[in-house]
């Protein structure tokens, strides 16, 4: 018979996540190299409340995700849950240009879910906090409705003044590290039904891409990996403005135009974005039953989006794999920025585009095109939204 979290209570749950999230049994991981011993806690979870040393100053940022909002609980198992939960807010402290340190999880739990789930959700978000660096220092349970999982995570700037939304200047550059796009694939294969590790010979076909090319799209949204580290590098390396792509390419670098007071305009030819453009087309073709043969043959007969036209939504308005865009000043970036090896920019970043001035006064501050075509401002996400 499972074990559900209403034959333990809360004590009984409690003494089941403790071990789990211990900061000594997640030490710091390949990306933590400059934390310092058990990164700053004095006292981790388990009393009132956590002690941690914080010299300098510190980023704070919250993020929640809400059962059937942001994720179905048959969509994974806990262990990705709380991976996602500790990426979303891991993320935004690495887009202000901060190290994180430290996050607190408040966990609303129907009675009806199993222990193991919960046990799962919390190695997972422990496991993906020490990947970023940061420890898991408290929480909170209580009953509810729906799953919740609302973190509110910590950073240091470690001396460095924070890389906001308002730097970016006309003449940057805009880079991108990590992915975009991805989870939103992931997030349209799931509401069709598939789920990792089940994609056969035919669906295979149909995509024309090996299976883990499938899985790993529905594993950008269930667990996605944003690369915490290049959040510093792009503050050390003079980074101007600096934002996780949540909400999508088009939406996200919107919020920096309009927080700076410039347009930005996407390059869709530049080779990162050509090459996540076809790391998408598998899952269109897929969702599209269109064979890869027949696509060019189609694409002038059909009337809903050809899969070249949906994998370019998911790449301008697909948010969640948590990317970071940074804005760099060009001086000192050669032409050739962007492609591999350019010293100018730090590891990990791409050139997606560059910033230009908004012409009649402020009234273009904010306006994001792609290849000179204005961009629709709400193609990414927005909770709330109607239709
Ligand atoms: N309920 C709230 N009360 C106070 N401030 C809020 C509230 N909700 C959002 N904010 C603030 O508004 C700003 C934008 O929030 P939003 O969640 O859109 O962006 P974000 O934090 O980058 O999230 P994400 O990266 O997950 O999309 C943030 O500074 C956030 O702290
Ligand atoms: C069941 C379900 N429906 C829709 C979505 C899509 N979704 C939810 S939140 C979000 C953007 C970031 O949100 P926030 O700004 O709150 O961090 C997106 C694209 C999903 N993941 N699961
Ligand atoms: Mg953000």
Redesign the pocket.
């Known amino acids: 018979m499972t074990l559900r979290c209403a034959d333990l209570g809360e004590d009984g749950l409690l003494a089941r996540i403790l071990p789990l999230v211990d900061p000594d049994r997640h030490p710091p991981g390949p990306e933590r190299p400059f934390a310092e011993a058990r990164g700053g806690v004095l006292l981790g979870p388990g009393d009132d409340a956590a002690v941690v040393r914080a010299p300098g100053d510190q980023v704070i ?1 919250t ?1 929640m995700l809400v059962e059937g909002r942001d994720f179905h609980r048959d969509w994974g198992d806990g262990t990705a849950l709380g991976i996602k939960a500790a990426a ?1 807010n891991l993320a ?1 402290v690495a887009a202000m240009g901060a190290r994180p340190t430290g996050l607190v999880v408040a966990l609303g739990l129907p009675g009806d879910v199993p222990v193991a789930f919960v046990e799962n959700l919390a190695s997972g978000l422990a496991a993906e906090a020490a990947r970023g660096g940061a420890a898991v220092l408290g929480g909170d349970l209580s009953g509810a409705g729906e799953i919740t999982v609302s973190v509110t995570a910590f950073g240091a700037l470690d001396g460095r003044p924070p890389v906001t939304r308002s730097g970016a200047r006309p003449g940057d550059l805009v880079a991108l590290a990590g992915t975009v796009g991805r989870a939103a694939a992931g997030l349209e294969l799931l509401l069709a039904g598939y789920r990792p590790g089940a994609f056969g010979e035919a669906d295979c076909g149909l995509a024309g891409a090996e299976p883990h090319a499938l899985d790993a799209l529905i594993g950008a949204q269930l667990s996605p990996r944003p690369p915490y580290l290049s959040g510093p590098e792009a503050a050390r390396a003079g980074a101007r403005a600096l934002i ?1 792509a ?2 999508g390419l088009v939406q996200d670098l919107g919020r920096v135009a309009a927080a700076s007071g410039v347009r930005i305009e996407i390059d869709g030819s530049s080779p990162a974005l050509r090459a996540l453009t076809a790391e998408l087309l598998p899952a269109a073709r897929l969702l599209g039953t269109v064979r890869p043969e027949e696509e060019a043959a189609d694409e002038a007969a059909r009337e809903d989006a050809t899969p070249q036209e949906q994998a370019r939504r998911w790449l301008l308005g697909g948010g969640e794999d948590h990317g970071l865009l940074a804005v760099f000043p060009a001086t000192g970036t050669p032409e050739h920025a962007g492609t591999p090896g350019c010293p100018s920019l730090p590891v990990g970043f791409q050139i997606v585009g560059r910033v230009l001035a908004a012409e009649d006064g402020q009234a273009q501050a904010g306006l994001v095109s792609v290849d000179g075509v204005p961009a629709d401002p709400h193609s990414g996400f927005s909770h709330f939204r109607q239709g």
Do not use: E
Request: charge should be negative; aromatic fraction near 0%; avoid cysteine.
């Open positions: 940022t993020d979303q935004d996780d949540s909400d």
